[in-house]
């Protein structure tokens, strides 16, 4: 099972599609942004709707942090100046065991997916370990369904 | 496997402390708090330290949902106006598995577990759902161990 799949899951469902947001949009538009999609980050992204570059992804954690340090003064702020700007990516081809792996040692709760360069879609730990727990949970039944046939 | 192998596993881990807030405290007080425990939640409770009564949870994304409808007035406002008060609880003797199911159906993130009707714990879905594959990969080993021996 790959990344693509867990993509195409999505797709069908209420979280299918890719919010995004820019560098110079203010953090109060960020937090409505969040609400009104009903998620938790937001990828930022520059250039025209035909070749997005990811520039940074955005978090509900990475404002409270930013809250905790500087207080209401980072609302009127750009969202460049809280964003996470070391962004690691997937491509659609990665494994979800492996990409389940690295989110969980490195506590990433989101990742872009890239396909060709070009921003094919966030997948988030849930995502990633929900996929996983199903591939087991098959993988488990057709071994069962082996020893007793 | 159940909740209280979760709870053991993280007692010798950096996230073994269970972190409270009071009601009345203000929201300003629960950033820092978040901040300083890096954590993404905290139980709210009343009473003295050998009798804490649960009376909520309080996550980044309510104080990022507030936030989006209220400004930035609610960093002066008290726990309680934001918290979370039907709180989804479980107990040490509950099975991950279903503990799992619960919360990636109802997309609940955090929950307490009581002991006795006595705090104990506090889980994540991320601890839940890595004992549940841990289970797993477990299963599938011993399956296929059988199979080849």
């Known amino acids: ?41 937001l990828v930022v992204t520059e250039g025209s709707a035909d070749d997005l570059q990811v520039v940074g992804i955005v978090s509900e954690r990475d404002i409270v942090r930013r809250l905790a340090r500087d207080g209401a003064e980072i609302l009127d702020r750009p969202v460049s100046e809280i964003m996470t700007t070391s962004v690691l990516t997937c491509t ?26 070009k921003l094919a879609g966030l997948v988030s730990i849930g995502d990633v370990v929900r996929s996983r727990i199903r591939q087991l949970e098959h993988d488990r039944g057709q071994l069962e369904q082996y020893i007793s046939s």
Chains 1, 2 share one sequence.
Do not use: C, W, Y
Not at 107 to 115: C, E, F, N, T, Y
């Open 92 to 117: 659609p081809a990665d494994a979800v065991d492996a990409i389940a792996e690295t989110m969980t040692d490195r506590r990433i709760r989101h990742m872009p997916v890239l396909a060709d360069g």
């Open 1 to 41: 099972m790959n990344i693509a799949d867990v993509i195409h899951a999505k797709a069908d469902g209420p979280q299918g599609q890719i919010f995004t947001i820019g560098p110079g949009d203010n953090v109060t538009t960020l937090l409505a942004a969040l609400a009104e999609h009903n998620v938790g980050a």
